[in-house]
Antibody
Framework: EVQLVESGGGLVQPGGSLRLSCAASGFTFRDYWMHWVRQAPGKGLVWVSRIDSDGRSTIYADSVQGRFTFSRDNVKNTLYLQMNSLRAEDTAVYYC??????????WGQGTTVTVSS | QSALTQPPSASGSPGQSVAISCTGTSSDVGGHNYVSWYQQHPGKAPKLIIYEVNKRPSGVPDRFSGSKSGNTASLTVSGLQADDEADYYCSSYTGSPWVFGGGTKLTVL
């Protein structure tokens, strides 16, 4: 079964850091681009970042550029999103998703990040 | 990159058809055929239902169909069923980042 499982969410103070993980299984992980997408409470989906299949190329939304770092380990079949200098507006459910060409064909269940003092 | 424009809500009775629009620009929706649609039930993860404007993943009923004209893409849900009540999001590849629409809440009356 193709599966993505996020973890690492939680409560963090403004200015703090958090690292999210996404464990992949059921497919050849190293062959796919991967994405992070977030959803603030009661709001819509917002694309955050994409990493290519070997981890050499990443792109970010302007809102997180310079604060978030997307990486992957193709041996452990795991994605990582290092989030620094967190702000209240980063509060959201964070989903990892598999990039099937130019759409997102498989999604994880999400992990919740709350930035608050 | 601006979000794509969707109506906030749509509705229809069981058995009817409803169309949801997604308007972008020539840089995204109008520039290529990489438009996709996602269904999200409350508290659940999004699910891909249409990709490359009008293709359906395996397992998605043919009641869901997609089309595009110029800078506007559309999702049509035919033969509405109670379980179709959900939020629907369009998305487009823009050459660098991806963008989503603001979402449309579909209510089955």
């Amino acid at each position: 079964e193709v599966q993505l499982v996020e973890s690492g969410g939680g409560l963090v103070q403004p200015g703090g850091s958090l690292r999210l993980s996404c464990a992949a299984s059921g497919f050849t992980f190293r062959d796919y681009w991967m994405h992070w997408v977030r959803q603030a409470p009661g709001k819509g989906l917002v694309w955050v970042s994409r990493i290519d299949s070997d981890g050499r190329s990443t792109i970010y939304a302007d809102s997180v550029q310079g604060r978030f770092t997307f990486s992957r380990d193709n041996v452990k079949n795991t994605l990582y999103l290092q989030m620094n200098s967190l702000r209240a507006e980063d509060t959201a459910v964070y989903y990892c998703a598999r990039g099937d060409y130019y759409h997102m064909g498989v999604w994880g269940q999400g992990t919740t990040v709350t930035v608050s003092s | 990159q601006s979000a794509l424009t969707q109506p906030p809500s749509a509705s229809g009775s069981p058995g009817q058809s409803v169309a949801i629009s997604c308007t972008g620009t020539s840089s995204d929706v109008g520039g290529h055929n990489y438009v996709s649609w996602y269904q999200q039930h409350p508290g659940k993860a999004p699910k891909l239902i249409i990709y490359e404007v009008n293709k359906r993943p395996s397992g998605v009923p043919d009641r869901f169909s997609g089309s595009k004209s110029g800078n506007t893409a559309s999702l049509t849900v035919s033969g509405l069923q109670a379980d179709d009540e959900a939020d629907y999001y369009c998305s487009s590849y823009t050459g660098s980042p991806w963008v989503f629409g603001g979402g449309t809440k579909l209510t089955v009356l």
